[in-house]
């Protein structure tokens, strides 16, 4: 219940094309959903977020659709560049409890 | 405004030595967190500390120790490492009260021998 499942484990996708990462969860609590940014030698960093009363949210080339009847949520890299290149990790926790549960990371390669 | 910093960056131990991993935050954060990072497993929360004065377990608390030493520092004690300890390690900190964006450090890469 308390799993965040995300996919693909790796993904290649050519400069200018559209990157996509799912996630899944069980835990119908969470209530903040946010994907992290981590470049190689660095920590995550935070790239966007989302509350489940919304079902998309749009920062730049980056955009989380949001499902909650399939309790599913993912992320759309628009564009991708090859400074898009990283490992991303989505993320799912309740207000109430500051853990959050980290789904396994998909490494993504943008090729020029 | 440092963000969060972590020493040392590198360190080789041989099995059965011991040695703390320094997080340091200049945010005024509460909540401060260890993660261990391997291949293909993501973050797992090691050891977590809600404000200072208290610490509380995560998914891998095993062979691990902390010490909340203040509001700005949390420390990382491995008593005897192991080769399982082999990782790279993440401190992080959070501003309670929101919007729950963990600052994360540049990691410490650890092997043991």
């Known amino acids: 219940q308390q799993q965040v499942k995300q996919s693909p484990q790796s993904l290649i996708v050519q400069k200018g094309g559209i990157s996509i990462i799912n996630c899944a969860y069980e835990n119908t609590a969470f209530d903040y959903f946010p994907w992290y940014q981590q470049f190689p030698g660095k920590g995550p960093a935070l790239l966007i977020a989302?509350?489940?009363d919304v079902s998309e949210k749009k920062e730049g080339r980056f955009t989380i659709s949001f499902n909650k009847s399939a309790k599913q949520f993912s992320l759309h890299i628009m564009d991708s560049q090859p400074g898009d290149s990283a490992t991303y990790f989505c993320?799912?926790?309740?207000?109430?409890?500051?853990?959050?549960?980290w789904g396994a990371g998909t490494k993504l390669i943008i090729k020029p | 405004n440092a963000g969060v910093t972590q020493t040392p960056k590198f360190q080789v131990l041989k099995t059965g030595q011991s040695m703390t991993l320094q997080c340091a935050q200049d945010m005024n954060h509460n909540s401060m967190y260890w993660y261990r990072q391997d291949p293909g497993m993501g973050l797992r929360l090691i050891y977590y500390?809600?404000?200072?004065?208290?610490?509380d377990k995560g998914e891998v608390p095993n062979g691990y120790n902390v010490s909340r030493l203040n509001k700005r520092e949390f420390s990382l004690r491995l008593e005897s490492a192991a080769p399982s300890q082999t990782s790279v390690y993440f401190c992080?900190?959070?501003?309670?009260?929101?919007?729950?964006?963990?600052?994360f450090g540049p990691g410490t890469r650890l092997t043991v021998t």
């Open positions: 992080a900190s959070i501003e309670t009260g929101g919007p729950y964006e963990q600052y």
């Open positions: 993320a799912a926790n309740m207000d109430s409890n500051y853990q959050l549960i």
């Open positions: 500390s809600a404000s200072e004065g208290t610490t």
């Open positions: 989302i509350r489940p």
